[in-house]
């Protein structure tokens, strides 16, 4: 994988090394401005058989720019290219009992779009989605858990506005 990310002017990553949990989350988009979804495993402890983006936790000693790399990697068999904006900042506490920081970023990344390699026994299906079809991922989660759209949502918003720039 190549050292090399390019990386937005303005983007200030957090520092993972202060002893909370930290979860980084990647929108990732495509050249024709949709956004990458993931259905999670029905055997998963958190949001399991629901839609996802690509994600999770920083493990110890590295930053979120590795995080994210390793995750794209391990989830898609993509390269991250570029981290182009962040989207979302958010504390939450799942099932699990344990609180997650988790920082989401709009990404680019590097492989064949097309066929993403998806994580083994983690994930089984994928789409792309445009702003007509976010709702799509409102799945039977409760409500209460649809900060992926949102999320989404402002990563379809975020890669528009940088593609009127360009």
């Known amino acids: 994988m190549s050292a090399d990310v390019e990386i937005a002017e303005g983007i200030v990553f957090p520092d993972t090394g202060d002893g909370g949990l930290w979860v980084g989350g990647a929108v990732i988009i495509d050249d024709e401005g949709r956004a990458f979804a993931q259905r999670r495993s029905p055997d998963r402890k958190i949001f399991p058989h629901c839609w996802d983006i690509v994600g999770g936790h920083v493990e110890t000693g590295e930053t979120m720019v590795q995080a994210l790399r390793r995750e794209i990697a391990e989830e898609t068999g993509w390269e991250l290219a570029a981290v182009l904006d962040e989207l979302y900042r958010l504390v939450w506490t799942?099932?699990?009992?344990?609180?997650?920081?988790?920082?989401?970023?709009l990404v680019r990344v590097d492989g064949d779009l097309a066929a993403p390699r998806l994580e083994p026994g983690k994930h089984t299906e994928f789409m792309w989605v445009d702003g007509d079809h976010v709702h799509?991922?409102?799945?039977h989660r409760d409500p209460g858990d649809y900060f992926i759209t949102e999320i989404v949502s402002r990563g379809l918003e975020?890669?528009?506005k940088l593609r009127g720039r360009g």
């Not at 799942?94 to 970023?105: F, K, L, N, Q, S």
Request: proline letters at 5%; a negative charge; glycine letters at 6%.
């Open 94 to 105: 799942p099932d699990d009992g344990i609180e997650r920081h988790e920082v989401d970023y």
């Open 136 to 139: 799509l991922l409102h799945d």
């Open 158 to 160: 975020s890669a528009r």
